[in-house]
Every structure is written in C-alpha cells, then in structure tokens.
C-alpha cells in the first residue's frame, strides 16, 4: 500500500479546528459571495494575526490566487521577476499568463530558492524596448519552494529597489504559517511594501481554501468583479472563510505549523543521504540516485524527485515522530 505522508503537505488531512470551524458555519442561512459574517470574523482575525488594515478575500486555489494577482499587478505586455524555480514559474501551467492575458514571467537566480539580490540588477536596469516585456513586478515565496525562509530584511533588500521603480510586489504564502513558525515576524509584511499578499490555508491544514490580502487598497476596486470572471467568487463563501476561524482563533495555525517545522528537522536529523538546503520550514531536500529513489517507492513511501534533482521529503501538521522514525529507518536500509 502507498504512503503519502511525505509526498507534500497537500495530502495530510484537514485539521480538527478547521473542520469544526467549517461545521459551525453550516448552521442556518447567510449571504453569498463573502458577504457574511463568518467571512468578516476570517477576515477581521488575518487583520489582526497581519496587525494591518488591509482588504481580505477568500479563494479556493493558490494557483488562481497568485495569477489574480499577478495580474492585478501587471499589463498583459509587461513581466512579473519570481525565482526561477517560484511556484508560479513551475507549477501553475501558465496560470500567470492566462489570467493576466499575456503578462510574462522573467525568472531570476538564487540559492535555495531565495533570489539572489544581484539578480536584479540587470532586469531593473533594462531599458523598455518594444521587443521585451519590461519587469512591472516582483513575487517573493515564503517559504520558499526549498523550505528556506527569507527574514524581514531579506525581503526588503529585494522589494526596495523595485518600489523605487514604481512596481508592485506579490508574496506568495502558500507555506507563510511555516515561515511564521520559524521566526518570521507576519507583522512586519505590512511595512515590507507588499501590495498582494496571498496568505496559506490549504497546506497548512485547512480544506481547500486560500486568503488574498489586499494591503494596497487601490487595488481593491473592482478585484470582485476580477475573482468572478476567473470563477474565484464563490457563492457559499463562508465555507472558504470558516477555516480560518478554527485555525488562527486560538493560534492553531501557528502550532501546527510549528509541529510540521519540527518534524522535518527530526527528519533531518535522522536522514542517512545529505541535505542539500537548509531546513528552515517543514521541507527536507535531500540527494538521492534513482535506483535508491525507486527502491523507497518500492517499499510503499511516495516522495517526489524535486526542480533541482534532489528528492523532497514534506512534513505536515498530521506528521507523526513514529512516521519520521519509520521512514528514516527504510531510508537507512537503502543507504
């Protein structure tokens, strides 16, 4: 029988607290479409967990999440600079340029999934010239793709010298509670100049939901009617907001989180191959043949082969220490 309790974060259940929060909303009736009280209380607690007046909204896909706003942050013949092995670069199927009709994507250098800041020299320097798409925009992941977390005065070394060109910043938090549980401050992001911030659920433990967070507010004028269109405005939009509830009321969320954070370093602790990142988060990156790779699948456990060559190992809230001894010890077997 297969295991998948390390293939990704994705395929852990959903937490008690999400799911009794969820069960909760499903008394009675309420208005749609985020119109509702359960969707303002989801909104108010990211309000206060951020320590930011911004504008929230609920979604049910990371993907669309990030192509909304990327688009919002970019005209159809203008580019986004991400890292080059960022989400929406490897994983979203041209999600970016689809929903923002066209816009590119210029991939930048970095280690460990953090961009390399002298890799932004030459894009912001580039004269606009009819035959390229010029950078508009940044997007930054936290956590990275790579498990590793940039700090407060990392990102702001990066979106520095894009806001002094005028253009926007997206943070990709699809993992931000496993950042979070790893020191970095959430509310230090409102004064980092992010302008879309699309805030984790689905992978930190929650069902199918993902939070944008408008910080800048002019963005907000007409971004309903941009979610509709890209069938990202659920009617029953209580049930993607009541999640939240059950995850950041009593600072589950964060606990979880932490738990993921902790079980990947016993992981790493234990782990017979070496780690090629830092474990920072709730990934372990490791090197590993093909022969060794098969030979673990063989034995039931289902791991991904990662962008880089190295073999990804991801913990979640619902991984148990006895999994991680289990799976360390068939890896050392194969060592």
Known sequence: MARYDFASDN?????????????????????????????????????EALDADAEVRFVASGTAA???CLAALCRPFEAVLAHEHAHVCTDETGAPGFFGQGLGLIRLP????????????????????????PAAALSLTN?????TVYTSAQIRALVEPVRARGYGVHLDGARLANAAASGFDLKAIRTLGVDLLVFGGTKAGMPPT???????????????????????????????????????????LLRHAAHANAMARRLASAMPFPV??????????????????????????FVYRFLDGSVRFMCSWATTPESVDEIAAALRTLA
């Not at 956590?143 to 498990?147: F, H, L, S």
């Open 110 to 133: 970095g280690a460990s999934g953090r961009i390399d800041p002298a890799a932004l020299a030459a894009p912001l320097a580039a004269p606009d010239v009819s035959h390229r798409q």
């Open 66 to 68: 990030n192509a909304v």
């Open 276 to 301: 090629r990142h830092p474990v920072e988060a709730n990934g372990v990156f490791v090197e590993m043949d093909e022969a060794r790779l098969a030979a673990l699948q063989a034995k039931g456990w």
């Open 11 to 47: 395929t852990a259940p959903a937490a008690p607290e999400a799911m009794q929060a969820l069960a909760q909303a499903n008394a009675g009736f309420a208005s749609g479409y985020g119109g509702d009280t359960v969707s303002a209380r989801a909104a108010d607690l990211i309000r």
């Open 143 to 147: 956590a990275t793709e790579y498990g």
């Open 210 to 252: 993902e939070a944008v967070v408008i910080f800048d507010r002019t963005l907000a004028r007409r971004f309903d009617a941009r979610l509709k269109q890209a069938g990202q405005l659920p009617s029953k939009g209580r049930f993607y907001a009541a999640p939240f509830i059950g995850m950041l009321e009593d600072g589950a």
